[in-house]
Nanobody, 123 residues
Framework: QVQLVESGGGLVQPGASLRLSCAGS????????MGWFRQAPGKVREGVAAIDRRGNKNYADSVKGRSTISKDNAKNTLYLEMNSLKPEDTGMYYCAADSRWMLTLGAGLYRYWGQGTQITVSS
């Protein structure tokens, strides 16, 4: 079955950088749209970035210019590099996948989800 396992979160100071990873299995990784989402306590899950099968990318305005989504199809791994982290970036970060060809940041359109990795940005 489809499995997505995130890693790379942690506690960092404002201004720091982190790279999240998401290892996928049980599906043809290269054919799927992949996305990163986050959810802060008491808030709705929001899209951060998405990448389609051709490598086209879409970013939320809140992270545009300081985040990069990428994937390594040979390793079945999705990445999210985030720079200049801010306290408002704090939350649980989830990897998601869907077989449809799209670039949406709408969480409701992704079928498969990982368990998440926590990022806390605090001084």
């Amino acid at each position: 079955q489809v499995q997505l396992v995130e890693s790379g979160g942690g506690l960092v100071q404002p201004g720091a950088s982190l790279r999240l990873s998401c290892a996928g299995s049980g599906f043809t990784f290269s054919d799927y749209t992949m996305g990163w989402f986050r959810q802060a306590p008491g808030k709705v899950r929001e899209g951060v970035a998405a990448i389609d099968r051709r490598g086209n990318k879409n970013y939320a305005d809140s992270v545009k210019g300081r985040s990069t989504i990428s994937k390594d199809n040979a390793k079945n791994t999705l990445y999210l590099e985030m720079n200049s982290l801010k306290p408002e970036d704090t939350g649980m970060y989830y990897c998601a996948a869907d077989s449809r060809w799209m670039l949406t940041l709408g969480a409701g359109l992704y079928r498969y989800w990982g368990q998440g990795t926590q990022i806390t940005v605090s001084s």
